[in-house]
């Protein structure tokens, strides 16, 4: 898969899953199966904001020309989706979340598994195959 459609995969799950965080937390939650109340609901709309500042990182590095700043990018969303899915793993054999929590861990770890990937391959340019 090539970075700029990592890239613009990522952003529209960030998009999708941060909208639906910020303006349906109880819905959210309830999907996940996480006992709802305004501090989880708080809690999921300051989560949901954060994944718009990875959707928009993401959208636009797919235009990024620097190899360093896109290299950043990718080091940054490798380590973030490998501990997402630690933590989403854990989450779901803790019960934490009911079995929606699998999805969780299969967006994170494929996202992980694509970046690292690419940095492995140190495959910067947006647009390479």
Same mark, same amino acid.
């Given at each position: ?9 990522? @952003?529209?799950? !960030?998009? !999708? ?16 199966q996480i006992a709802g109340?305004?501090? %989880? ?11 718009? *500042? *990875?959707?928009?990182?993401?959208? #636009?590095a797919r235009d990024f ?7 950043? *990018? ?14 989403? *793993?854990?989450?779901?054999? @803790? ?21 690292? %990937?690419?940095?492995? #391959? #140190?495959?910067? !340019? !947006?647009? %390479? @195959?």
């Amino acid at each position: 898969m090539n970075l700029r459609l990592l890239l613009t995969i990522n @952003a529209f799950l !960030a998009t !999708a899953h941060g909208l639906g965080f910020i303006l349906l937390p109880s819905q959210m939650l309830a999907f996940y199966q996480i006992a709802g109340g305004s501090g %989880a609901e708080f809690m999921g709309q300051l989560f949901g904001a954060e994944l718009l *500042v *990875v959707a928009i990182v993401t959208w #636009k590095a797919r235009d990024f020309v620097s190899l360093g700043a896109l290299a950043a *990018v990718v080091l940054a969303n490798l380590v973030a989706d490998a501990v997402g899915t630690v933590l989403s *793993v854990r989450a779901v054999m @803790a019960g934490t979340v009911g079995a929606f929590g699998w999805l969780a861990v299969a967006i994170y770890g494929l996202l992980a598994l694509a970046y690292l %990937a690419v940095y492995l #391959k #140190k495959n910067y !340019a !947006a647009t %390479a @195959a």
